[in-house]
């Protein structure tokens, strides 16, 4: 008998609960939903950057084996098909050793110099700077090292401005789905907030609360978000 009371009475709180929730539905003026949307992409520039070095006990010695170097990346690089690229200026840096006499004083003597430079490409041929390989100038006697190629996608405002509106589109016929099990129907965009863009690699669900703008990957996914408010009828 007692069980039966119990299990009414939260039978009655239940329909009361669901109650209150339809009435609070049909009585709201505005429905507030997210929409998204996700565009592939493909990078259009890229930036290929890489430096050479020497060293030499004098620095005459070192500054002419720089220039013969750069000379051998030059050619490299024409011969490759690049035909604009940039040298950074050279950074000279004095070899020191460390010399303690009898008596225990220490003292440092120049052993030599140590010269770097690099040099940067930008280029819309993607395709060229990405097989572009620097074997043939290490086995030329350059010792060249190479960064990880920016991989960039120049129209990313443009194709920003179209996703917002495809975002407030799913935005709506999200609101349009939920609006129609309450028995209503929208009326217009109240306001509208536009998220966080995410740029990541493809097939990455990487994110982050400032936005990611992905630079290692010639494949790409943005994703723009939309918050919008509707109006109810």
């Not at 991989?151 to 609006?179: H, P, S």
């Not at 690699?201 to 990611?212: I, K």
Request: glycine share 8%; with cysteine.
């Amino acid at each position: 008998m007692l069980a039966g009371l119990f299990l009414a009475a939260g039978l009655v709180c239940s329909a009361m609960l669901a109650t209150g929730a339809w009435v609070k539905i049909k009585n709201s003026q505005f429905i507030n939903v997210k929409g998204s949307v996700q565009k592939s992409i493909e990078s259009d520039l890229a930036i290929w950057s890489g430096s050479f070095q020497t060293e030499a006990e004098t620095l005459l010695a070192a500054q002419k084996k720089i220039r013969d170097d750069r000379a051998l990346v030059e050619k490299f690089l024409q011969s490759a098909g690049v035909k604009e690229f940039a040298f950074l200026p050279i950074g000279i840096e004095e070899l020191k050793a460390t010399q303690k006499s009898a008596d225990g004083f220490v003292s440092h003597r120049t052993t030599g110099y140590r010269l770097r430079q690099g040099v940067s490409v930008e280029s819309a041929d993607v395709d060229r700077l990405d097989r572009l390989d620097t074997t043939p100038l290490v086995e030329q006697g350059v010792l060249f090292t190479v960064a990880p190629i920016q991989f960039i996608y120049t129209r990313a405002g443009d194709t920003k401005v179209e996703m917002l509106a495809a975002a407030t589109k799913d935005a709506r016929t999200r609101a349009e789905q939920i609006a129609r099990q309450g028995g209503c129907t929208i009326a217009r965009l109240h306001s509208a907030d536009q998220g966080i863009f995410q740029i990541t690699p493809r097939h990455s669900g990487a994110t982050s609360w400032q936005g990611e703008s992905d630079t290692s990957s010639r494949q790409k996914t943005i994703t723009a978000v939309v918050t919008a408010s509707f109006m109810l009828k």
